[in-house]
Nanobody
Framework: QVQLAESGGGLVQAGGSLKLSCVDSGRTFSSYRMGWFRQAPGKEREFVAS????????NYADSVKGRFTISRDNAENTVYLQMNSLKPEDTAVYYCAAARNVYDYWGQGTQVTVSS
């Protein structure tokens, strides 16, 4: 069973950085593709980044390419999202999710607020 818990959100000024973490308390983390999504107030949830089970393949939304980096540590059952050069439009609740074919498992989310 996958149980995801995000942390690392907070308030940061524009241009700053944050690193989000998502820990899986289950035993099968390394077999899942992992993704980060976000949802801003009044908007639909959107894809941010994903990483293959091995870490060898990553994918990013155009809006975050060159600023965000997704990584994972299978020994620690953790996926990370390093966010640099943050913009006010990055303000959202960020969720991690796990997928074999589709994203079946979701964390509770962590709030990221970027002030201008």
């Amino acid at each position: 069973q996958v149980q995801l818990a995000e942390s690392g959100g907070g308030l940061v000024q524009a241009g700053g950085s944050l690193k989000l973490s998502c820990v899986d308390s289950g035993r099968t983390f390394s077999s899942y593709r992992m993704g980060w999504f976000r949802q801003a107030p009044g908007k639909e949830r959107e894809f941010v980044a994903s990483i293959s089970w091995s870490g060898g393949y990553t994918n990013y939304a155009d809006s975050v390419k060159g600023r965000f980096t997704i990584s994972r540590d299978n020994a620690e059952n953790t996926v990370y999202l390093q966010m640099n050069s943050l913009k006010p439009e990055d303000t959202a609740v960020y969720y991690c999710a796990a997928a074999r074919n589709v994203y079946d498992y979701w964390g509770q989310g962590t709030q990221v607020t970027v002030s201008s």
